[in-house]
């Protein structure tokens, strides 16, 4: 018993050190303390003169080493300079771009998980979704009319464009200058009145939100806005506001893609004649393509390497990446051919230039920016990826939850709503889990920019989890649907955003490389308390200062790694019921103090990931993916935490908050099980494996708690509407949306009836063939009342208009195959190449 004492006091001591990020003389005197009452016989539970057994003189020589090596000259000489010398060439390098990129945005949330100690008032002070009356207004008054007005059968498949009075009511009500300030003509909304409205606009038509999504993302009018200078601010920004401009941005070309700042198109400093008039300018010769709203642009907005060989500018040779603003009316600019992207309606295209000549006042920014255009590309994209397709994502999951739950109440097989089918529960559960994921994701993260964050890693994050999630919940959508999801046509409601899938995932930085390259191998060295400075200190050219700063974060960083080891295990052997939570978490408490269990683990694995694999953090792309997997979960726990405080604790959501949290912290361990599983330095994954799972997995949410769920979301009513808040839902009849709203309802008012009527049917009393009323039958036979039958003929109708598909003639669709014009290919010589050709 006694040794059992005394190995516990052990324990809870070295607990203490390593929590407490004691300092190595405190660890020295632990050491020497226990060693000492080991040898003295206290294992034994009474006193006696000391013993020397062999383990004794192990603890004496741990006591002694960590005691010298708590002084400063000989913890430099042999700890700081070997491990110095031995890290330069090992950490990964931090190239300008890079940097540039990741000095861009700004760090949060993000930064406290990866502590593995939140500090829950930061997240609690985000605001929730707060909107001023003039940006409820626009949301629901010209929001909502542009969405009555939107057909998307129309866009997507009779005209393949957006039509003229579109454009112009986009125009007129100012939706392309929602982020271009009042004092510049725009509306000047937050972020989160943005989010919403592109959300809603989405749910209507993912054709018709991108024209109002592109001019209010990364593009002349943000970069105008930030960077321009007056005279631009001047001039560009009314006009855009009011869509006299149509703005595109054209970074991508077809070397460059994922890989953008490798871009071949250049620009030279030369003087030329503009105007009639001998002017200092930039020769620029460039190849784009997918460039959205390119075909319709009259403002091109270009991304180039600049290179003053004359050194006109005064800056030497290469200036670095530049954006200038090229009006498409320019000579030389070739603009206005199109792509067709995944059959998707919005303009989108190539544009190409060959020395085309620009006065140096078209940088934007002037001269004086020559040369800041990646920095400034990526301070507006951690913003800007935050808020356009997590919006579109979410309502995405959120209409098609509204759909498919109506038609999975309404379609009966085997006489029964699909919906209650085990096997259309599964889908069903997972579509109401996202949609209440990702709008919460989507929610926090809005207010965070509205707050002035630029938050890089959170929206790299954002990015793909919402986008890759919204494939599940389409391809879940279509199953439900079966057939009637599949057909395309007028009154098919889901092809749009089926055909739109690819182009979420791609754009913005196309998801394989978000999730295993910029979220956790790049976001590692934001978020994590040491990395970054270790990596400066190590590439410092002051080769003093750096050993300085280096020995100064390596002994923080160890104490931080020991923190975490013993955290980690500490919690999830006591299942964190000594985690922390905030203060008067109420019903939640638990999921608080999991959320901190978790990311203890995920700081520990973080941590030796980011310290063991070192400069191969970039090429373990398996392992960096599941670490951004991991960092997701935590993310979408903390959201659906915080919406659920937000929406003022709603009774009937605590049901579907602890599924999401049961199935977030599922995943959580599956993404770290997979990382331990196949981490490369072994001997590192043996040793977390038992800090990380002593006592195993956890396991996700059970089936019934599904079927719960599902019941609820098959009924009309607050909870489902709640899940499913902030789309367009008409409930006109003769909306193909509206009118799935409509016969819900009504399923629901004649359930008895219907009862009534399938059992006369199963008996044989009543005939349902389409040769016969069946029910006027049953209403002859006294089945049903008066009342009862008249209801159901009405319902029998409508349930026929929902599950109809649309059907075509053949001629027409024949003349529809036939190509317009022949098609260009996008091969083009290289600038060089037709040069020296001409
Ligand atoms: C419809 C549409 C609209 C667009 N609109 C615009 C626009 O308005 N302006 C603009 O400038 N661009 C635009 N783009 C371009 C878009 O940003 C690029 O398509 C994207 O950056 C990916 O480039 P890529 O298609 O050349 O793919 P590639 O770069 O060839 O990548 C192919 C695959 O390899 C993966 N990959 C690449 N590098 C890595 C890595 N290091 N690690 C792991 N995986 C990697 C990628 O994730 C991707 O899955 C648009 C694209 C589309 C399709």
Not at 444 to 449: F, Q
Not at 718 to 744: C, H, K, M, N
Request: charged content about 20%; aromatic content about 8%.
């Amino acid at each position: 018993m006694a040794e059992l004492i005394f190995a516990g006091l052990a324990l809870a001591a070295l607990f203490a050190l390593a929590m407490n990020r004691a300092p190595l003389w405190l660890w020295a005197l632990a050491a020497a303390v226990f060693t000492f009452g080991a040898q003295m016989g206290l294992v034994h539970g009474h006193l006696h003169w000391p013993v020397f057994p062999w383990w004794s003189l192990l603890g004496w020589l741990v006591a002694a080493l960590v005691f010298v090596a708590s002084f400063p000259e000989i913890k430099r000489k042999y700890i700081t300079l070997p491990a110095y010398g031995a890290l330069k060439g090992v950490m990964p390098t931090i190239s300008e771009t890079e940097r540039e990129a990741l000095e861009a945005g700004t760090v949060g949330w993000d930064a406290e998980l990866f502590s593995g100690a939140p500090d829950w008032s930061k997240l609690r002070r985000t605001a929730p979704i707060t909107l001023t009356a003039e940006e409820r207004a626009f949301l629901d008054g010209p929001t909502v009319e542009l969405c009555k007005r939107l057909n998307d059968w129309r866009i997507r498949h009779e005209l393949h464009d957006i039509p003229d009075d579109i454009w112009r009511f986009i125009r007129e009500n100012g939706f392309l200058g929602m982020l271009i300030s009042r004092a510049h003509g725009g509306l000047g909304f937050s972020a989160q009145a943005q989010s919403l409205i592109i959300g809603k606009i989405s749910s209507r038509s993912p054709d018709g939100v991108t024209i109002v999504m592109v001019p209010n993302s990364l593009g002349p009018g943000e970069l105008i806005e930030k960077y321009g200078t007056d005279a631009q601010k001047e001039y560009f920004l009314p006009r855009l506001a009011k869509g006299e401009e149509i703005p595109c941005f054209a970074l991508t070309g077809p070397f460059s893609g994922s890989d953008a700042a490798s871009m071949r198109d250049v620009g030279v400093v030369a003087r030329g004649v503009h105007e009639g008039k001998d002017t200092l300018g930039v020769k620029l010769s460039w190849d784009k393509r997918y460039i959205t709203l390119a075909p319709n642009a009259t403002l091109l907005g270009l991304a180039f390497r600049l290179f003053d060989p004359d050194n006109l500018l005064g800056r030497g040779e290469d200036i670095g990446i530049t954006l200038a603003l090229v009006p498409t009316n320019h000579p030389g600019v070739e603009i206005g051919r199109r792509h067709l992207p995944a059959g998707a309606a919005f303009p989108n295209g190539p544009t190409r230039g060959r020395e085309v000549f620009i006065p140096v006042d078209w940088i934007i920014g002037g001269a004086e920016r020559a040369g800041q255009g990646w920095r400034m590309l990526m301070a507006c994209l951690a913003a800007g990826r935050s808020i356009s397709l997590p919006a579109t994502s979410a309502a995405a999951t959120k209409a098609l939850l509204r759909t498919t739950s109506a038609y999975a109440r309404i379609r009966k097989q085997f006489n029964l709503p699909i919906g209650f089918m085990e096997g259309v529960e599964e889908p069903l559960a997972r579509m109401a889990e996202t949609a209440y994921e990702l709008e919460a994701a989507r929610a926090v993260t809005a207010s965070m920019v509205s707050a002035g964050e630029k938050p890089a890693v959170i929206s790299a994050l954002l990015k793909y989890v919402s986008t890759e999630r919204m494939r599940q919940s389409v391809n879940d959508a279509l199953d439900i649907h079966g057939g009637r999801g599949i057909c395309d046509g007028p009154s098919n409601y889901i092809q749009g955003a089926y055909q739109m899938v690819p182009v979420g995932i791609t754009v913005e930085g196309a998801n394989i490389l978000t999730r295993t390259l910029i979220t956790f191998a790049q976001g590692a060295l934001r978020s994590h308390p040491y990395l970054f400075t270790e990596i400066e200190a190590l590439q410092d050219d002051d080769q003093e200062r750096g050993i300085e700063l280096f020995e100064e974060t390596l002994g923080q960083h160890v104490a931080f790694t020991l923190s975490n080891g013993a955290g980690a295990l500490f919690h999830n052997l006591t299942f964190a019921v000594f985690a922390s939570s905030p203060p008067n978490a109420g019903p939640t408490r638990g999921w608080w103090k999991e959320l901190a269990r978790a990311s203890r683990s995920f700081a520990l694995v973080a941590d030796m990931t980011v310290a063991l694999l070192g400069g191969g953090l970039k090429v373990k792309q398996k392992i960096t993916g599941r670490m951004a997997d991991a960092l997701a979960e935590l993310y979408l726990l903390s959201s659906v935490l915080k919406r659920y405080e937000d929406d003022g604790r709603q009774t009937a959501d605590l049901a579907l908050l602890n599924y999401c949290a049961m199935n977030c912290l599922y995943r959580f361990d599956q993404a770290l099980l997979g990382v331990l599983r196949n981490f490369p330095v072994r001997p590192a994954a043996w040793a977390m494996w038992p800090l990380v799972f002593p006592l195993g997995t956890r396991r996700p949410a059970s089936d019934a708690h599904g079927k719960a769920l599902v019941r609820q979301v098959l009924q009309p009513g607050a909870f489902r509407d709640r899940l499913t808040r902030d789309i367009f839902s008409p409930d006109d009849p003769s909306d193909r949306v509206g009118l799935l709203e409509y016969a819900l309802k009504k399923v629901i008012a004649n359930e008895e009836a219907d009862k009534k009527l399938e059992r006369a049917i199963r008996k044989g009393d009543v005939k349902r063939y389409h040769n016969n009323d069946w029910i006027a039958e049953a209403k002859s036979k006294g089945v049903l009342t008066e009342e009862e039958a008249s209801s159901l003929a009405e319902l029998r109708d409508l349930v026929a208009r929902v599950i109809a598909v649309d059907d075509f003639d053949a001629a027409s669709l024949a003349a529809r195959r036939a190509p317009a014009a022949p098609p260009l290919t996008t091969v083009r010589p290289e600038p060089h190449e037709h040069i020296a050709a001409e």
